[in-house]
């Protein structure tokens, strides 16, 4: 499976991106999907994840009500939807194929990493 992330780029503070990640590959909708984000300095950590039918969702507590993960099983891509951006959320965002969107919140189970997409949010 090949991850290619994109809709990354520079907003300001209370703005929304949609971030997209393109899997290739037939057997997309067996993979639990997620998207974890690394900040200048700071170990890569968990944003958010999801079941292979979509029916499971986990958020970290500091995407909570501001971000929704989805996918499109038809077109092998899941979406980031980031709401409310705050400076806090600048950092390189990675999707990530996996085993259970459960594994994936306790930062396991990652059978796949995608290139990063730049997120900068201006205060």
């Known amino acids: 499976v090949q991850l290619q992330a994109s809709g990354g780029g520079l907003v300001q503070a209370g703005d929304s991106l949609r971030l997209s990640c393109a899997a290739s590959?037939?057997?997309?909708?067996?993979?639990?999907m997620g998207w974890f984000r690394q900040a200048p300095g700071k170990e890569r950590e968990f944003v958010a994840s999801i079941s292979g039918s979509g029916g499971t969702r986990y958020y970290a507590d500091s995407v909570k009500g501001r971000f929704t993960i989805s996918r499109d099983n038809a077109k092998n891509t899941v979406y980031l939807q980031m709401n409310s951006l705050k400076p806090e959320d600048t950092a390189v965002y990675y999707c990530?194929?996996?085993?259970?969107?459960?594994?994936?919140?306790?930062?396991?189970?990652?059978?796949?990493w995608g290139k990063g997409t730049q997120v900068t949010v201006s205060s």
């Open positions: 990530a194929a996996g085993t259970t969107a459960q594994a994936m919140y306790w930062r396991g189970g990652i059978d796949y």
């Open positions: 590959g037939r057997t997309f909708s067996s993979y639990a």
